[in-house]
């Protein structure tokens, strides 16, 4: 086995044996709303489950020269942001909005998407999703880094409201093949669900 010391190589060297090992890793597009009025929106792949009681999920937003990127600096202003999973009909115009815009601009806007307004929270969704679920933020914590400046915001958001597509939902279950997640790996590359198997867990 080879052996390496993380702290003897470089955060990109990290990110890359990281982002090449830790796969497949679902995406949340998630939207917010600036200052402004302007919806914004990114997609993520370090994301995850928290809890379901109450359901909590988790988005880690990288950032940029230590300052926190739009998506944290929005959920944190408004204490709200919405996640959508990304399904392969959308994925062409989800991959449009990791653009770098300036806040000002909508990447919501620039890929033609259709924004949805929420139930509970001020921050709109978009039509296109198959799953969107509508967020507060429960806490938003910078982490790691180096000399004292964190190299991410990781965003707590408790769901306050699940929106789902009616063709997805079967007696209490989620159809994993309708839903047609799409999964990131590393470089350019992406996947999608793939074979499916049944394995009981012991008792």
Do not use: W
Request: some cysteine.
């Amino acid at each position: 086995m080879l052996s390496r010391n993380p702290e003897e190589m470089t955060p990109l060297e990290c990110y890359k044996f990281l982002i090449g090992t830790v796969i497949p890793r679902p995406i949340a597009f998630v939207t917010t709303l600036s200052q402004d009025g302007v919806l914004n929106a990114a997609p993520f792949s370090f994301f995850n489950v928290v809890t379901s009681d109450p359901p909590m999920i988790s988005v880690s937003v990288q950032r940029q020269g230590g300052k926190p990127k739009d998506t944290s600096r929005n959920a944190m202003d408004r204490g709200a942001f919405v996640v959508h999973i990304v399904s392969e009909p959308y994925t062409e115009p989800i991959n449009q909005t990791a653009a770098s815009l300036p806040p000002d601009q909508s990447e919501v806007e620039l890929a033609g998407l259709t924004p949805v307004a929420s139930e509970v929270i001020e921050v709109p969704g978009v039509r296109e999703a198959r799953v969107r679920m509508e967020c507060v933020l429960e806490q938003a914590l910078p982490l790691g880094g180096r000399g004292g400046v964190p190299a991410c915001d990781l965003l707590i958001g408790r769901v306050v409201r699940f929106h789902i597509d009616e063709s997805l939902y079967h007696e209490g279950r989620i159809d994993p093949h309708q839903l047609a997640p799409v999964a990131r790996l590393a470089g350019n590359d992406y996947s999608l669900l793939g074979r499916v198997f049944t394995l009981e867990r012991p008792k």
